[in-house]
């Protein structure tokens, strides 16, 4: 469990100090609360280079818990991948994660990979601005 995930102020500032850690040009997310115990992070975050990743996040601030969330990576207006939480108990490649998972070309929708990085006790929004990032410096390499 993370304090992080304990209370909407303390989330909100976790999530602010992200954009200033990483190559963040703009973004719309917002954290607000559906009731006492449980609140919504969406948006986009803009990077660098044409990337974006849109966000939405269900968190329980009594458990400390993301409990449902859904991340997608664009380059431009193409979506590169996503991430989420959506089990898929039929599928034996996924049982080490589950129900954590990402989905990748080709057949974006069926393609499916554990996805070890995402988590449910702690936030998952500096994993995914880490790996955007890492695509970003690829991809600018010659």
Known sequence: MSDVLKSLEA???YVADLMNRFAVEKSTVTVWSISKYMGIAEGEIF????????IREEIDFTEGMIV???YEAYYEDKRLYWYDDFPHPNDPTLAETYPHHKHVPP????NRQPAPNMKFERPN????LKEIDEIRQRKRQP
Request: hydrophobic share 25%; proline share 0%; no cysteine.
């Open 11 to 13: 989330y909100s500032r």
């Open 125 to 128: 929004l500096a994993e995914l």
């Open 68 to 70: 449902s969330y859904g």
């Open 47 to 54: 990077v660098g280079g044409g990337y974006r990743l849109r």
């Open 107 to 110: 057949n974006i929708k069926r």
